[in-house]
C-alpha cells in the first residue's frame, strides 16, 4: 500500500514563506509523478505544480516564479518552497502521486496541510 504523509502547513504573513514536503512510502512500484493540488471550500481542487519522473516541473501561472518545486529521490519527498506568499494562497494543500503500471493509471492522495495566509 502506498502512503503519502505531508508536513504540517502553517499560518505566515503576506509576504513570507512556507516549505512543505510529502513522503512517499509503503511498496512504492513505479517511478511516481508527483504533483501538489490546493482547494478552498466551496471550489474545486486546483493544480498548483508538478515534478515528473524525470524531473521537469511545471506550475499554475497563479503561483509561477514564486513557488518551487522540487524532490529527494534517495528520501521519497517531495518538497513546494513557497516564497511571496499571498492571502489568495490560502487553502489545504495535497500531494498526489500516479503513475501508470500494468496497463493501468495509479493515484495517490496526501491528507492535506492546511496554509493559512494573513493580509
Known amino acids: 500500500q502506498v502512503q503519502l504523509v505531508e508536513s504540517e502547513g502553517g499560518s505566515v504573513q503576506a509576504g513570507g514563506s512556507l516549505t512543505l514536503s510529502c513522503t512517499v512510502s509503503?511498496?512504492?512500484?513505479?517511478?511516481?509523478?508527483m504533483h501538489w493540488y490546493r482547494q478552498v471550500p466551496g471550489k474545486e481542487r486546483e493544480f498548483v505544480s508538478t515534478?515528473?519522473?524525470?524531473?521537469?516541473?511545471s506550475y499554475a501561472d497563479s503561483v509561477k516564479g514564486r513557488f518551487t518545486i522540487s524532490q529527494d529521490s534517495a528520501k521519497n519527498t517531495v518538497y513546494l518552497q513557497m516564497n511571496g506568499l499571498k492571502p489568495e494562497d490560502t487553502a489545504m494543500y495535497y500531494c498526489?502521486?500516479?503513475?501508470?503500471?500494468?496497463?493501468?493509471?495509479?493515484?495517490?492522495w496526501g491528507q492535506g496541510t492546511q496554509v493559512t495566509v494573513s493580509s
Open positions: 515534478i515528473d519522473a524525470d524531473g521537469e516541473s
Open positions: 498526489k502521486a500516479d503513475c501508470w503500471f500494468d496497463t493501468k493509471e495509479h493515484i495517490y
Open positions: 509503503g511498496y512504492t512500484f513505479c517511478d511516481f509523478d
